[in-house]
């Protein structure tokens, strides 16, 4: 492959959330606060931005440890997918990818980082009466439709 069709491939927008089942076998929903980027006052599963050369398991872990201060062991790198090509915002015009995956909680006492502002262990039926992201809702439909 030629060194210009390398560089002319389009970024990607690569996000990873992660849906984590505690004993009692409900999900952790988190709200994004007033500080946060978009979607403020919407709830979602932990995650965020992959960083360079981290795979999946230990960006869903790092992500989940920085915004709720929880331990988890993944059990589902890949869950579900789903992805648009984003209209707004600084990444407008880009393919954003979103990839669920599953883990259980280990350990820990939720803190929520600056970017959330509220929390709840919810069942998959009770986090979809939740004003939602559109993708955690396909993930809960697919997983747990």
């Known amino acids: 492959m030629s060194k210009s069709a390398i560089l002319s491939r389009p970024r990607v927008v690569l996000v990873n959330r992660c849906i984590i089942k505690n004993a009692k076998d409900k999900i952790l ?7 946060s980027s978009t979607r403020i006052g919407m709830w979602e599963f932990p995650g965020g931005k992959l960083d ?3 795979d999946l398991s230990h960006a869903q872990e790092r992500e989940v440890l920085e915004e709720t201060g929880l331990t988890i062991l993944t059990t589902s790198r890949t869950s579900f997918v789903d992805g648009e090509i984003l209209t707004q915002g600084k990444y407008a015009g880009l393919p954003y990818v979103i990839i669920f995956g599953q883990a259980k909680l280990v350990g820990g006492k939720v803190m929520l980082s600056k970017e959330n502002d509220a929390y709840k262990w919810v069942t998959p039926k ?20």
């Not at 979809?128 to 993708?135: N, Y």
């Not at 396909?138 to 747990?144: E, I, S």
Request: proline share 3%; hydrophobic share 40%.
């Open 52 to 54: 360079a050369g981290q």
């Open 126 to 145: 009770q986090a979809l009466k939740l004003s939602i992201t559109p993708e955690s809702r396909k993930a809960l439909a697919v997983l747990y439709g």
């Open 29 to 35: 929903v988190i709200r994004r606060s007033k500080y």
